[in-house]
């Protein structure tokens, strides 16, 4: 159980592009909006289970939170570097719009500790939204480590009408540090009771 002066969000895999991306990306932004009050003493943003699908609805949902600022890249072996934000209410690749909500919220104190639950569910885009997270100022991430795909795919068709989905590039955080395997909780925790605790008590302390 979360006690009342802790903002819960809670996001999982989704799939889903165009009207139904963007309705995702506002249901988050909705859930945000719904618990933040002045006497919070921070987030709890629970990524635990989420196996991926469309990372950018749910960048641009947690945009709020995230704050507007360079959230990670795509880094590829040609040297080439891919930039995600979130900015005026959209997740961008390159400063292209991907996912925007209509009515962006802004948080009531926007500089809010922010503690991240993970799990080794957390895959693929669940990834990239947990390593956009890396590199924000007062935040921390509990659980045990991810999947191991943080990686971007690419697919190419072949003659016979088949696709081959390749990996073309590697997640990095905003500093541009690389991943491509697990990506590691600041704490690591056993079982999910533990997990909300060691986050709450985090979140608590002075």
């Given at each position: 159980?979360?006690?009342?002066?802790?903002?819960?969000?809670?996001?999982?895999?989704?799939?889903?592009?165009?009207?139904?991306?963007?309705?995702?990306?506002?249901?988050?932004?909705?859930?945000?909006?719904?618990?933040?009050?002045?006497?919070?003493?921070?987030?709890?943003?629970?990524?635990?289970?989420?196996?991926?699908?469309?990372?950018?609805?749910?960048?641009?949902?947690?945009?709020?939170?995230?704050?507007?600022?360079?959230?990670?890249?795509?880094?590829?072996?040609?040297?080439?570097?891919?930039?995600?934000?979130?900015?005026?209410?959209?997740s961008t690749l390159n400063g292209i719009d991907l996912v925007r909500v209509a009515?962006?919220?802004?948080?009531?104190?926007?500089?809010?500790?922010?503690?991240?639950?993970?799990?080794?569910?957390?895959?693929?885009?669940?990834e990239a939204t947990f390593i956009a997270f890396r590199g924000r100022p007062a935040?921390?991430?509990?659980?045990?480590?991810?999947?191991?795909?943080?990686?971007?795919?690419?697919?190419?068709?072949?003659?016979?009408?088949?696709?081959?989905?390749?990996?073309?590039?590697?997640?990095?955080?905003?500093?541009?540090?690389?991943?491509?395997?697990?990506?590691?909780?600041?704490?690591?925790?056993?079982?999910?009771?533990?997990?909300?605790?060691?986050?709450?008590?985090?979140?608590?302390?002075?």
């Amino acid at each position: 159980t979360v006690p009342l002066n802790v903002g819960y969000v809670r996001v999982g895999s989704f799939g889903g592009s165009g009207s139904a991306a963007t309705a995702f990306a506002e249901s988050i932004q909705q859930a945000i909006r719904a618990q933040d009050r002045a006497d919070l003493i921070g987030w709890i943003v629970d990524l635990r289970g989420n196996g991926g699908g469309n990372m950018w609805p749910m960048i641009a949902g947690l945009g709020p939170i995230l704050g507007e600022t360079l959230l990670g890249h795509f880094v590829h072996p040609t040297g080439t570097i891919d930039a995600w934000r979130y900015q005026n209410g959209a997740s961008t690749l390159n400063g292209i719009d991907l996912v925007r909500v209509a009515a962006p919220y802004t948080l009531i104190n926007p500089g809010s500790r922010v503690a991240v639950l993970v799990d080794n569910g957390v895959a693929s885009s669940g990834e990239a939204t947990f390593i956009a997270f890396r590199g924000r100022p007062a935040t921390r991430s509990f659980g045990a480590s991810t999947c191991g795909a943080s990686t971007a795919n690419q697919g190419f068709g072949l003659s016979n009408g088949a696709t081959l989905i390749l990996t073309t590039s590697l997640m990095a955080d905003r500093a541009l540090t690389q991943y491509g395997n697990a990506v590691v909780p600041d704490e690591a925790t056993v079982g999910p009771a533990e997990t909300v605790q060691k986050a709450l008590v985090w979140l608590s302390t002075p």
